[in-house]
């Protein structure tokens, strides 16, 4: 399969590192003009470069704006007027004593996972439709479905995510536009690796704590190791091209088998 993604213009929100710059780089290497977003503009002009080095030639426009609140989705809007293929790929995730989680942080979670994707979907999908198509997908979790007990915010926030992609496909019905999930299971990123290391003991080296981490606290995984943010990025790919015309409204999972579940 040839997928093409030239003349298509992309955004990827938390694009600076992790699974974000991977799927970044695979939009990229298919032919796509890829907006890539952080916070400030020093980590994205240097995540940026990394992109450049990794798919030479390749349009990377950067975006720096916290998309986590409505006056940073307006300068983004601004910098990308026109998105055919949005990635909301930004999410915030860390583990928390669930009576202890406050108020404010369960809003935290909802703002910045949840709402940012709402607000840019609200953005971009007129334009998509008035164009005849467009792909959005939303980067969602095993926690969406599988709730860990020490993260319950960041599992509300990942249904939440799945009932917002279900919900625009359907608002998208007919037009050319598909909406997505993607449900990625446990990744190797730094953002993981400050994680992996909040649950095993510091002092272990990484692989090992990575094995320890996966059989503790992650024991369903047909993979018995971390996911690459690659193997992400290649079903984002996929799912951003014209071949994937008729999957929509669905929650595809690239979690290494890690929800106990046929379907999807
Ligand atoms: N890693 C996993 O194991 C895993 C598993 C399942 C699902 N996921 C999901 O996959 C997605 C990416 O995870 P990751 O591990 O790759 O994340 P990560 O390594 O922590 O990276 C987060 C990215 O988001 C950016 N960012 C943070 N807050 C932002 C804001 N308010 N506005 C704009 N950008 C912001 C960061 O850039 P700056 O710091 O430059 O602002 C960074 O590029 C998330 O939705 C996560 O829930 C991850």
Do not use: C
């Not at 298509?8 to 590192?17: F, I, K, Y």
């Not at 690659?230 to 079903?235: G, L, Q, S």
């Amino acid at each position: 399969m040839q997928i093409d993604l030239t003349g298509r213009t992309a955004l990827v929100t938390g694009s600076t590192q992790g699974i974000g710059a991977a799927i970044a780089a695979g939009l990229a290497r298919s032919g796509a003009r890829v907006g890539v977003n952080g916070r400030n503009e020093k980590r994205v002009a240097e995540g940026v470069e990394r992109l450049a080095a990794e798919v030479p030639g390749a349009d990377f426009v950067p975006v720096a704006a916290d998309v986590s609140n409505e006056e940073g989705a307006q300068r983004v809007l601004e910098t990308l007027p026109e998105v055919d293929i949005l990635v909301n790929n930004l999410g915030i995730f860390g583990s928390a004593d669930p009576l202890e989680i406050s108020d404010e942080e369960w809003r935290r979670y909802f703002e910045v996972n949840v709402l940012a994707a709402v607000r840019l979907i609200r953005m971009y999908l007129p334009g998509m439709t008035e164009r005849g198509w467009g792909r959005i997908q939303n980067i969602a979790s095993d926690s969406a479905v599988v709730i860990p007990a020490e993260m319950i915010h960041y599992g509300m926030s990942k249904t939440a995510l799945l009932a917002v992609g279900r919900g625009f496909a359907k608002q998208a019905a007919g037009t050319g536009v598909t909406v997505n999930s993607v449900i990625a299971g446990p990744t190797h990123t730094g953002g993981v690796e400050d994680f992996v290391y909040e649950l095993v003991d510091r002092d272990l080296p990484w692989d090992e704590a990575q094995r320890e981490f996966m059989r503790k606290h992650r024991p369903q995984s047909l993979l018995h190791r971390l996911i690459e943010p690659e193997e992400i990025a290649h079903m984002v790919v996929y799912l951003s091209s014209d071949q994937a015309s008729a999957t929509t409204g669905g929650a595809l999972r690239v979690d290494g088998g890690y929800i106990d579940s046929i379907l999807p």
